[in-house]
């Protein structure tokens, strides 16, 4: 059974950066998956952050690429999100997810972490 | 930069059957953007119910179901429930499957 599990501070001063990471069992991060990191404000919708394949390539949110970085760390079986220059808006609900090729020519985001809440406050 | 417009809420009686739709500011939804629904519910992570337009999970109760209608992708739940009560997402990918991009979310009220 696959299980996805975010970590890091829960809350972070402005114009700092949030750093957070998703540790996976049950499942290799070598496989032929690829791993994203979504968002949810308080109150508000979901917004796709971006992915990484276990060989480091990466796609990006284009409102947020200037700030982003994705990471995979083989070792561990896990993947990082850094999102720098932090503000208020930054404040949501973190989620990293797979996002499973299992059958040839689907996408499908089909495991979800539970979620951490990471505040934008001084 | 592309929007996907969902209903922002709908209402359906227990028993009855609702559609809700996903829609693209560049234009017709075809299968190349793969489209994905996920259904949340209060203070839970987003489940996903349906990939790729109409494939559907081991876990996906039969009453949901997926397809691409006028242009949009669409998702079907028959039967519906009280639990059914959620809010509803979708996500398109689009550039090549390179980039996702969640439509508004349609809050799903069963009354």
């Known amino acids: 059974q696959v299980h996805l599990e975010e970590s890091g501070p829960g809350l972070v001063k402005p114009s700092g950066a949030l750093s957070l990471t998703c540790g996976v069992s049950?499942?290799?991060?070598?496989?032929?998956?690829?791993w994203t990191w979504v968002r949810q404000p308080p109150g508000q919708g979901l917004e796709w952050i971006g992915e990484?394949?276990?060989?480091?390539?990466?796609n990006y949110n284009p409102s947020l690429e200037s700030r982003v970085t994705i990471s995979v760390d083989k070792s561990k079986n896990q993947f990082s999100l850094n999102l720098r220059s932090v503000t208020a808006a930054d404040t949501a609900v973190y989620y990293c997810?797979?996002?499973?090729?299992?059958?040839?020519?689907?996408?499908?985001?089909?495991?979800w972490g539970q979620g951490t809440l990471v505040t934008v406050s001084s | 930069q592309t929007v996907v417009t969902q209903e922002p809420s709908l209402t359906v009686s227990p028993g009855g059957t609702v559609t809700l739709t996903c829609a693209s500011s560049t234009g017709a939804v075809t299968s190349g953007f793969y489209p994905n629904w996920f259904q949340q519910k209060p203070g839970q992570a987003p489940r996903s119910l349906i990939h790729s337009t109409d494939y559907k999970h081991s876990w996906t109760p039969a009453r949901f179901s997926g397809s691409l209608l006028g242009g949009k992708a669409v998702l079907t739940l028959s039967d519906v429930r009280p639990e059914d009560e959620a809010d509803y997402y979708c996500l398109l990918y689009l550039g090549g499957a390179q980039l996702g991009v969640f439509g508004g979310g349609t809050k799903l009220t069963v009354l």
């Open positions: 990484i394949y276990h060989s480091g390539s990466t």
């Open positions: 049950g499942a290799s991060i070598n496989s032929p998956n690829w």
């Open positions: 997810a797979r996002v499973s090729h299992d059958i040839a020519a689907t996408i499908a985001l089909d495991q």
